[in-house]
T-cell receptor
C-alpha cells in the first residue's frame, strides 16, 4: 500500500459546483497534513494546512479523520481558476518524512 | 524577497554528461531539499540539508551529489547523466523542524532531458 494515496482524476466539474477530494495515508503516527496546489508546469504551492478540528479558508474546507486515516478537501462554488492538481502531503515528523501524494487533477469547465 | 530561485529552467544533456542545478533561497531557512517529479510518481526526495555543512540522502539519491557551504545555496550535481534522470527537479526550503506546520517553499523547477 502506498504511504499516501489519491484518486488521480481528472475531476471535471462545472463552474459553481462543489467538489471534494479524499486522500488516505498509511502511517497512523503521521503528525501534520497539508494540501498543496500545483498548476500545470509550475511549482507546488501551499493551499492550506489540515488541522485536527478541521479548518476553512474561504471556499475551501479541509478535514482530518485520524480514525480512518484520511484527509479531505472540499471546494465550494468552483471557479475556472481552481483548475489545477491538488497534492496531499503528510508529515510523519522529521525532515525526510514528508510524503507527497501523486495529486488529483481538477478541471473546472464553463 | 525572491524566495527560492533555480537555474537553469530547462536543460538538455547527453548521456554521460555532468551538470549542476543551482538553487538559492533568501528566507534564511536552515532546511533545503531537492525533489524530482515524474508522471504518476509524485514528488520524491533526492537529498536534503538541515544547515550549512550538513546533508543527507532522501528516497532516490543515486546519481546525485549535493553540498551546502552556505545557508543560501544548495546545488545539485548530476555526476553522469542517464536517461532515467529525465525529470522535473524542484528545490524547496522551509523553516525549523519544530514547526510541524511550517510551509515548504518551492523554486520554479528545472526541466531536464537526458538523451
Amino acid at each position: 500500500r502506498k504511504e499516501v494515496e489519491q484518486d488521480p482524476g481528472p475531476f471535471n466539474v462545472p463552474e459553481g459546483a462543489t467538489v471534494a477530494f479524499n486522500c488516505t495515508y498509511s502511517n497512523s503516527a503521521s503528525q501534520s497534513f497539508f494540501w498543496y496546489r500545483q498548476d500545470c508546469r509550475k511549482e507546488p504551492k501551499l493551499l492550506m494546512s489540515v488541522y485536527s478540528s478541521g479548518n476553512e479558508d474561504g471556499r475551501f474546507t479541509a478535514q482530518l479523520n485520524r480514525a480512518s486515516q484520511y484527509i479531505s478537501l472540499l471546494i465550494r462554488d468552483s471557479k475556472l481558476s481552481d483548475s489545477a492538481t491538488y497534492l496531499c502531503v503528510v508529515n510523519k515528523g522529521g525532515y525526510q518524512k514528508v510524503t507527497f501524494g501523486t495529486g488529483t487533477k481538477l478541471q473546472v469547465i464553463p | 524577497n525572491a524566495g527560492v530561485t533555480q537555474t537553469p529552467k530547462f536543460q538538455v544533456l547527453k548521456t554521460g554528461q555532468s551538470m549542476t542545478l543551482q538553487c538559492a533561497q533568501d528566507m534564511n531557512h536552515e532546511y533545503m531539499s531537492w525533489y524530482r517529479q515524474d508522471p504518476g510518481m509524485g514528488l520524491r526526495l533526492i537529498h536534503y540539508s538541515v544547515g550549512a555543512g550538513i546533508t543527507d540522502q532522501g528516497e532516490v539519491p543515486n546519481g546525485y551529489n549535493v553540498s551546502r557551504s552556505t545557508t543560501e545555496d544548495f546545488p545539485l550535481r548530476l555526476l553522469s547523466a542517464a536517461p532515467s534522470q529525465t525529470s522535473v527537479y524542484f528545490c524547496a526550503s522551509r523553516g525549523p523542524l519544530a514547526g510541524i506546520y511550517n510551509e515548504q517553499f518551492f523554486g520554479p523547477g528545472t526541466r531536464l532531458t537526458v538523451l
